[in-house]
């Protein structure tokens, strides 16, 4: 396939020129008189590169290079200005372009600066098929990694999905337990039906019915209009219920029965609506616990979690935070992407994250605001470059740049398990007998946090 060149000139017999030059190079060239017919050409069509002048009745030659970059940023531009427009040459390569040649010019030495230009877009669009690759190599279904413990995740998720079973995913704050719902769906026999997600913490207790099951005009003050809800809208794909664990009892039982019998009726309506979908759960709760309290019904816990996924903590997974860290840099910068230095990144693969990917990605957006193009030691948290988290003392300190409290608690839990495993040699029953918990709790809580291998 032909290299494409767009030529924007409102002279006749510079475009004539360019035209006929870059013809008999094997270039395919279109031309344009001014910037608006320009813009026209590059909606329908792709172009490796513009030659475009800088000055231009109507739109700019400048303002056509914004748009450029606005809309297609991996097209290359060459500005063409006269000895005059030295500071508008200076704005151009501010805004992206990838070089200026003064008029009048020779033949050899435009050509010379297209053939780099063109050189530069080529590689700059195989490192970003490369990116892409690479991601896929290192990741499933926009999930990054691949430690032994997330390949153990992918192969779980691709096992799961075929099915209709309902899938409880647990695990800490932060660590991608509605990623791992969408790869899911992304793999189900459902994936073309909507993927439909609630946190169901964040909805007040007095509508969330309405918001899972719809409601009936006139149901209550405020239903002007007959609503769908969330089962409504997943039809035929899968509902998502995060936070499960903060679902209300009354909400519970019904959301049990919707399961059980895959019907459902809206709030204030008598007639019945089928259920074709698959409920997806995840929370970061010990639901044992919550049973154990009358917090959560137990039968509902039985039919959510036929097949139970733990998302790892990110302190167990360490291999991958490079991966991660050159993903949030692509992410926040895709035209640049920062870099990281080794002592940055000794420091990130030394903490221990109690916010898990969510502080992570935090943490390169700070650094970024700080220093666009490398991640230095110096734009890290102080939490970080010390090598922990910020931890509770006999002083309760809340640092500048905040922090996650559940975390926190996380692994002040972890810090006593520890401790009672000790006293007790090991022996699970009595380190749960001395921390107060049943002993299907404390083995809930320890594979929670990872901490169940080798322990007896």
Excluded: W
Aim: aromatic share 6%.
């Amino acid at each position: 396939m032909k290299t494409r060149i767009l030529i924007v000139d409102d002279e006749l017999s510079m475009r004539e020129f360019l035209a006929i030059l870059l013809e008999r190079e094997g270039y395919g060239v279109v031309v344009a008189s001014n910037a608006e017919e320009a813009l026209r050409q590059i909606d329908g069509s792709l172009f490796d590169l513009v030659i475009s002048d800088v000055q231009m009745p109507g739109l700019s030659g400048i303002e056509l290079l914004a748009r450029i970059k606005q809309t297609t940023p991996d097209t290359a531009v060459l500005m063409v200005t006269a000895f005059t427009a030295a500071e508008q040459a200076v704005e151009a390569m501010k805004l992206g372009a990838y070089d200026y040649i003064s008029k009048p010019f020779k033949n050899e030495e435009i050509k010379i600066l297209i053939s780099k230009a063109l050189e530069k877009q080529g590689l700059k669009r195989e490192n970003t098929i490369l990116r892409q690759e690479a991601a896929q190599r290192d990741g499933f279904c926009g999930i990054i990694g691949k430690s032994a413990r997330m390949r153990e995740l992918f192969d779980m998720i691709q096992k799961v999905a075929p099915s209709q079973s309902s899938v409880l995913i647990q695990g800490e704050s932060g660590t991608g337990k509605e990623l791992a719902a969408r790869a899911i769906h992304a793999c189900s026999p459902r994936k073309a039906k909507p993927f439909v997600a609630v946190n169901c913490g964040a909805i007040p207790e007095s509508l969330i019915e309405s918001e899972l099951f719809g409601h009936k005009k006139g149901a209550f003050t405020g239903a002007v209009a007959d609503r769908p809800g969330l089962f409504e809208q997943a039809e035929g794909g899968t509902l998502f219920l995060d936070e499960i664990g903060e679902l209300p009892l009354l909400l519970q039982t019904k959301l049990l029965r919707v399961l059980q019998e895959r019907e459902f009726r809206r709030v204030g309506d008598a007639k019945v609506f089928k259920a074709d979908v698959r409920v997806l759960t995840a929370s970061n709760r010990d639901l044992d616990e919550d049973i154990r309290t009358g917090a959560f019904r137990e039968d509902l816990y039985y039919r959510i979690n036929v097949v139970q996924i733990v998302m790892p903590p990110l302190r167990e997974r360490i291999e991958d935070i490079p991966l991660l860290v050159e993903h949030f840099c692509r992410k926040l910068h895709p035209d640049a992407p920062a870099t990281v230095s080794p002592g940055a990144l000794k420091a990130l693969m030394n903490y221990s994250f109690p916010g898990n990917i969510r502080e992570l990605e935090n943490i390169v957006e700070r650094s970024l605001i700080l220093d666009s193009e490398i991640i230095a030691e110096g734009s890290l948290p102080k939490q970080v470059t010390a090598g922990r988290a910020p931890c509770l003392g006999t002083e309760i300190v809340i640092p500048d740049e905040g922090m996650f409290l559940e975390p926190l608690l996380e692994n002040l839990e972890r810090q006593y398990l520890l401790k009672a495993l000790e006293k007790t040699g090991g022996a699970k029953k009595k380190a749960a007998e001395l921390l107060g918990m049943t002993f299907r709790s404390f083995r809930y809580r320890l594979a929670k946090l990872g901490m169940d291998s080798g322990v007896e």
